[in-house]
């Protein structure tokens, strides 16, 4: 079946610029995450959506980060007035997270690459 | 907190040899464990992980893995290395229900 699709694939911006970065999980996928993948940080884990539940924030870097999971499936990863150490690439994965499984499999999708220019 | 650590920033193998790429955790509980792999601008692929039972994991594309509790350790491990397999991998734990806590990554080179 189709896995995690991401897009856009690139994406360039002016700094101050806000940009939407939208994921679509594996279908039956309840859990969905977002990462973040950059040279200084590695892979850091950003927000966490799990079914119908609130989300976990806890990685989300400042307040100019936000997210959205409309209907318990896509998502949209928003970052307002974008500054240049937001240059990463932008990774999002689900699981099937019935149950809150914490031994599922996460699977990731092709990212997203931001440069803020 | 759940870490893991990737010793070596690069392995250099030679086609047709076996291959090892380490990894060392540090967990409080049971410890669920991680191989990705990830080519160049593609996002991460599944290999195998560990949950419980069978010290030695069987994955995709011929990789294995040993969980050994003693060393705190989960090495990556294929008996015959490709130049296919040139890529850059990444052990990761399980750090609660919502994510992975990865290591630093460890690019492998196989050469013809």
């Known amino acids: 079946g189709a896995g995690v699709s991401q897009s856009p694939s690139n994406k360039v911006t002016e700094k101050g610029k806000d940009v939407e970065l939208r994921c679509d999980p594996i279908s039956g996928h309840t859990a969905l995450y977002w990462y973040r993948q950059s040279l200084g940080q590695g892979l850091e884990f950003l927000i966490y959506f799990q079914g119908n539940s609130a989300p976990d924030k ?37 699981s099937l997270g019935a149950g809150g499984r914490i031994t599922d499999t996460q699977y990731f999708g092709p990212g997203t690459r931001l440069t803020v220019l | 907190a759940q870490s893991v650590a990737q010793p070596e920033d690069q392995v250099n193998v030679a086609e047709g040899n076996p291959l090892t790429v380490k990894c060392t955790y540090s967990v409080s509980g049971n410890p669920y464990l991680f191989w990705y792999v990830q080519y ?15 010290n030695l994991v069987k994955g995709s594309y011929g990789f294995e893995a040993e969980f050994n509790k003693s060393q705190t350790s989960f090495h990556l491990k294929k008996p015959s290395a490709l130049v296919s397999d040139s890529a850059l991998y990444f052990c990761a734990v399980r750090a609660g229900f919502q994510k992975l806590v990865f290591g630093t990554g460890t690019r492998l080179l196989v050469s013809p």
Request: proline letters at 4%; one cysteine or more; glycine letters at 10%.
């Open chain 1, 58 to 94: 806890s990685g989300l870097p400042s307040d100019r980060f936000s997210a959205e999971r409309t209907g318990g499936s896509v998502s949209t990863l928003t970052i307002q007035r974008t500054q240049q150490e937001d240059s990463a690439v932008y990774l999002c994965a689900s």
């Open chain 2, 40 to 54: 160049p601008n593609r996002g991460l692929q599944f290999l195998l992980k560990y949950i419980t039972g069978d």
